[in-house]
């Protein structure tokens, strides 16, 4: 039976004492991949097709995390999109983990390791015309 809310006269308990929250860890995985692909520069799933890595299942972005309560600690890997640098790619991936995590779990990033495992060309490059 579902729970009315209170009367206009009833107090709720504090917030601390009415109940947990519980983030599993493929919800953080699934935030830290969604994440990274907002990312510019990261290159989206589809650009990661050709690789091996794809071939075998292994699609980029790829994460795993390791959460306890509500703090975890993730690894990230991406693909990057040519000519973006990959260190600044990096960095903007493990701000936007972080800040994601903290805003839609309320899960604290103690550790986001990134890593670039690929360098990726959206679209062929120009070939030069024999004159």
Known sequence: MAETAPDAGQRLAAPEQRGSLHVADKVVVAIAR???????????????????????????PRASAKVAGSRARLE??????????????AADVREAVTSQLARLAAVQADAVSVT???VVRTSAPERARVR
């Open 34 to 60: 969604a994440a990274a692909l907002g990312v510019t520069g990261v290159a989206p799933a589809s650009a990661t097709s050709g690789l091996i890595s794809s071939a075998i299942g292994r699609d980029l």
């Open 76 to 89: 990230i890997e991406v693909a990057t999109v040519w000519p973006h640098p990959a260190a600044r790619v």
């Open 116 to 118: 670039v495992d690929a």
